[in-house]
């Protein structure tokens, strides 16, 4: 017969262990050695009361546990698949657009993606922000034409706070005076603003629909990330509209710039031409006219002649500054030879010699090229030692980054280098007229030219040692 089982667990004491044997080998010796036995410990051994069936409710509270832990788990693990699923979707379908099209494919995609009727965004329209421009609205069936409307009262107001707003249901009650939400049958809402590079709120994308929306943070972590790249465009597309607008400014600027060159080309070089033709005549006959009228009447004639090279130089710096012809390939060797025969006149009286060589073909403005040279070379045969024959030498070399660079090399006065900025101002001179004659236009024109090239002109100097001036071109693949 069994005898009942006790009501008590017990722990039961272990055996003891056999004592242990040690020997120790000393060469022939053999002496075992043997560890005393210590005495077994106290018995502590508990008796506490055990319900027979509190083992089986802890294994099935356990059990329950686990199971909602992998119940939760997966519904999770299906949250993320569906929201990488759904980003995926509206991203490949947007992704390679922008513009109003990105607007009007995001607008459409959220829409069909997340299962609601109405997908929309929206700018702030006015510098008040009183008012809401739509730039996208899908009701379900087709993008909505844009229109205004004001803010007050709406959800709009809130998301732009700024906040995200959401209205699960009953949005009407929640914003009564908002005559749009009744027309349109919407009774929840999700918004998120858009913010800009100044962290400021100046527009907003929403969900709406006639029915509940769930999963809001589903939803608002998508939305969050479109809203992020439908600022960024909004802000491009402001950035590209005041682009265009400067552009037409500056387009009228330059028409009036042109109006006023063809204007100064006539009009003001006329009454020059009068006042140099009428004073040779008086200056060519003798009318009795004492010495000292007849040196005012040459002085005028010197003044007038200044005057229209003055003009000249400034037509010419003007023409550089909005002469927008395309380019063109350029062979420089033929250029300088013009440029040569040009000069031809200037080289003989000062009996100097220009020394070319090799030199390539370029990209460039024919007319501003070949007035680039002229200037350059004019300065090396002008400035150059009294008694002392003017030398130019000109070559070319290709620098690292694929470029042209010209050197202009002169045996002149030269300058010292801490007017090497100052000589490329307009009407900059570092000699008197009666040492040199010009306008002090002539390097200013020629850096306005590179720039329009994207090039430099740089130049090396010493007192007396000449000057080296370098034009360096852009690679001719350059856009």
């Not at 005559?179 to 709406?208: A, R």
């Not at 004019?378 to 008694?387: M, Q, R």
């Not at 290709?398 to 002149?412: M, P, R, Y």
């Amino acid at each position: 017969m069994r005898t009942k089982e006790s009501k008590f667990r017990i722990i039961r004491k272990l055996p003891l262990k056999k004592p242990v044997v040690f020997g120790k080998i000393d060469q022939d010796n053999f002496t075992p050695t043997i560890s005393p036995i210590k005495p077994p410990p106290p018995d502590n051994t508990a008796y506490y009361p055990v319900p027979r069936n509190s083992s089986m409710k802890r294994l099935n509270t356990l059990i329950e546990g686990n199971r909602k832990t992998q119940e939760f788990l997966q519904e999770s693990e299906e949250e993320v698949h569906l929201f990488y699923h759904q980003l995926s979707c509206i991203s490949q379908n947007t992704s390679s657009v922008i513009g109003n099209e990105l607007f009007t494919r995001l607008v459409q995609n959220l829409a069909s993606v997340f299962g609601v009727r109405y997908a929309f965004i929206g700018k702030v329209a006015d510098t008040s922000a009183k008012t809401i421009r739509t730039v996208a609205l899908w009701d379900g069936e087709k993008i909505i034409e844009n229109f205004t409307y004001s803010k007050k009262d709406t959800p709009c107001e809130k998301v732009l706070a700024p906040k995200t707003c959401f209205y699960p249901q009953d949005l009407q009650k929640q914003f009564p005076n908002d005559q749009f939400l009744v027309d349109w049958n919407i009774h929840s809402y999700l918004g998120v603003p858009l913010i800009n590079s100044e962290k400021q709120p100046f527009g907003l994308i929403s969900l709406m629909d006639d029915k509940p929306i769930t999963h809001y943070d589903h939803y608002h972590s998508i939305l969050k990330i479109f809203s992020a790249r439908c600022a960024s465009e909004m802000e491009r597309m402001d950035a590209e509209a005041q682009l265009k607008i400067k552009a037409r400014e500056l387009e009228k600027s330059n028409q009036a710039l042109k109006d006023f060159v063809s204007i100064a080309s006539h009009d003001l070089q006329e009454p020059l031409r009068k006042i140099v033709t009428f004073g040779s005549r008086l200056t060519s006959q003798d009318h009795g006219l004492k010495p000292e009228s007849k040196e005012y009447l040459e002085r005028m004639q010197k003044t007038s002649l200044r005057m229209q090279n003055l003009i000249a130089d400034l037509l010419l710096f003007s023409r550089a500054s909005t002469q927008t012809e395309p380019f063109k390939e350029i062979d420089l060797q033929v250029i300088l030879k013009e440029t040569i025969i040009n000069l031809e006149l200037s080289l003989q009286k000062s009996d100097g010699n220009v020394f070319v060589g090799p030199l390539p073909s370029i990209n460039g403005n024919l007319t501003q090229v070949r007035q680039l040279f002229q200037n350059l070379l004019s300065n090396a045969i002008k400035f150059h030692e009294e008694g002392k024959p003017p030398e130019v030498e000109i070559h070319s070399d290709l620098n690292k980054q694929g470029g042209w660079e010209i050197s202009i090399k002169d045996q002149g006065i030269g300058f010292d280098e801490k007017y090497k900025d100052r000589i490329f101002r307009p009407f900059e001179r570092l000699h008197g007229r009666n040492e040199y004659e010009g306008t002090g236009m002539g390097l200013a024109i020629c850096r306005k030219i590179m720039e329009n090239h994207g090039g430099t002109l740089l130049v090396d100097s010493q007192p007396g040692q000449g000057a080296c001036f370098t034009v360096t071109f852009p690679p001719n693949d350059s856009p």
